[in-house]
T-cell receptor
Framework: DAGVIQSPRHEVTEMGQEVTLRCKPI?????LFWYRQTMMRGLELLIY????????DSGMPEDRFSAKMPNASFSTLKIQPSEPRDSAVYFC??????????????FGPGTRLTVL | AQSVSQHNHHVILSEAASLELGCNYS??????LFWYVQYPGQHLQLLLK??????LVKGIKGFEAEFIKSKFSFNLRKPSVQWSDTAEYFC?????????FGKGNQVVVIP
């Protein structure tokens, strides 16, 4: 199993540009999570999906952020326009919601975003 | 919503020393508890988890954690650390279908 795959691993962009982060969850997992990690705020849940449907997006900081999950094997997190304060590591995680007691999230390697 | 507190954000210790990282949470209902580890430059990996049963949980690499319900705590321990244990450690609590993370403990083990 390849685990959760994220791309790109590193992204450097200028303020005002659109940024798209991509995630491929573990095959068979039906829940997907987007997190942001910063020194100041630690790990924050941005949004999560169950069966491709957004369930809780209360962590999305503002309208500049949007996330989609068009199918069970792909999700995107888009920031438009990007700002320097968006600089962080963005993690995607997936979980087999129906696995009962194993209820564990598996994390991808993260995308380190730097907005200049 | 649940919250998680980790104290002593930075910990520096020598090899063979014992490590204990505190984790306290606030949530009145049933919780699932996790410790994740993030090695330098790598992603989060599950170290151990508690769902039910024996409150003393054994994880990988010699780590263990004890769930004390009355204290709302899930402290992580390792009796003798190695240089390779240098990492950031995150406690996480799942209640009400959301996983909340603490801010992490940066642990540096000096050879």
């Amino acid at each position: 199993d390849a685990g959760v795959i994220q791309s790109p691993r590193h992204e450097v962009t200028e303020m005002g540009q659109e940024v798209t982060l991509r995630c491929k969850p573990i095959s068979g997992h039906n829940s997907l999570f987007w997190y942001r990690q910063t020194m100041m705020r630690g790990l924050e849940l941005l949004i999560y999906f169950n069966n491709n449907v957004p369930i809780d997006d209360s962590g999305m900081p503002e309208d500049r952020f949007s996330a989609k999950m068009p199918n069970a094997s792909f999700s995107t997190l888009k920031i438009q326009p990007s700002e320097p304060r968006d600089s962080a590591v963005y993690f995607c995680a997936s979980r087999d919601q129906l696995a009962g007691l194993t209820d564990t999230q598996y994390f991808g390697p993260g995308t380190r975003l730097t907005v200049l | 919503a649940q919250s998680v507190s980790q104290h002593n954000h930075h910990v520096i210790l020598s090899e063979a020393a014992s490590l204990e990282l505190g984790c306290n949470y606030s949530y009145g209902g049933t919780v699932n508890l996790f410790w994740y580890v993030q090695y330098p430059g790598q992603h989060l990996q599950l170290l151990l988890k508690y769902f039910s049963g024996d409150p003393l949980v054994k994880g990988i690499k010699g780590f263990e954690a004890e769930f004390i319900k009355s204290k709302f705590s899930f402290n992580l321990r390792k009796p003798s650390v190695q240089w390779s244990d240098t990492a950031e450690y995150f406690c996480a609590v799942k209640g009400n279908n959301r996983l909340a993370f603490g801010k992490g403990n940066q642990v540096v083990v000096i050879p």
